[in-house]
């Protein structure tokens, strides 16, 4: 069975403040890694994916991967009331259908 | 438009009757995915078609639901005898190459009410 998983939050985090947002996984086979962010009544749009070890950075949003510890994290800084949004991880072994986590609410207080 | 469109945006039915659900991928993509997602709960696979290849049904939660692609193109996903608990949003979403699924693109989704 493959897993991933995730505090369904909500998290709350004040303007301005680092907004950090963990997966975990349970398939070692997998390859990719995406989080999606997904506004109430909306459907999910991508904003970062990762395949190496490391971090990613993309404007504020950075990804961390670490496979050793089936890992993948989603930093978010200078947090914004417009990022509180339900976020989801999603995992590939590639040329897969994803396998997504239930999702995070974050909620960016101003 | 250039976007993954699904019809109907809403449906709601009674429990018991068939349902058929529209998506139209982005012109040209190649990979067309269903998935659901119920109430506070993540997106669960049900269904992928790749090109011409045999499409993956690994992911359907019963014999009640099917799905087909005609032409490469559109997709309709048939639930039959609809109970409640299939009451959820089911999302399209597609990519113009199968291995490259950070490209996979969402509809909006149709919601379904099954009363």
């Known amino acids: 069975q493959k897993e991933v998983e995730q505090n369904s939050g909500p998290l709350s985090v004040p303007e301005g403040a680092i907004a950090s947002l963990n997966c975990t996984y349970s398939?070692?086979?997998?390859?990719?890694f995406f989080w999606y962010r997904q506004y109430s009544g909306k459907s999910p749009e991508l904003i970062m994916f990762?395949?190496?070890?490391g971090d990613k950075e993309d404007g504020r949003f950075t990804a961390q991967l670490n496979k050793a510890s089936q890992y993948v994290s989603l930093l978010i800084r200078d947090s914004q009331p417009s990022d509180s949004a339900t976020y989801l991880c999603?995992?590939?072994?590639?040329?897969?259908?994803?396998?997504f986590g239930k999702g995070t609410r974050l909620s960016v207080i101003a | 438009g250039a976007g993954v469109s699904q019809s109907p945006s809403n449906k709601v039915t009674e429990k018991g009757k068939d349902v058929e659900l529209r998506c139209d991928p982005i012109?040209?993509?190649?990979?067309l995915y269903w998935y659901r997602q119920s109430l506070g709960q993540g997106l669960e696979f049900l269904i992928y078609?790749?090109?011409?290849?045999?499409?993956?049904k690994s992911g359907l939660p019963s014999d009640r639901f099917s799905a087909e692609r005609t032409g490469g193109s559109v997709s309709t996903l048939t639930i039959q005898r609809t109970q409640q608990e299939d009451s959820a949003v089911y999302l399209c979403?597609?990519?113009?190459?199968?291995?490259?699924?950070?490209?996979?693109?969402f509809g909006p989704g149709t919601r379904l009410l099954v009363l």
């Open positions: 078609f790749q090109g011409n290849s045999a499409p993956d």
């Open positions: 999603a995992v590939s072994r590639g040329n897969t259908p994803l396998v």
């Open positions: 012109s040209g993509h190649t990979a």
């Open positions: 398939d070692r086979g997998s390859q990719s």
């Open positions: 979403a597609s990519s113009l190459v199968p291995s490259q699924v950070e490209t996979q693109y």
């Open positions: 990762i395949y190496s070890n």
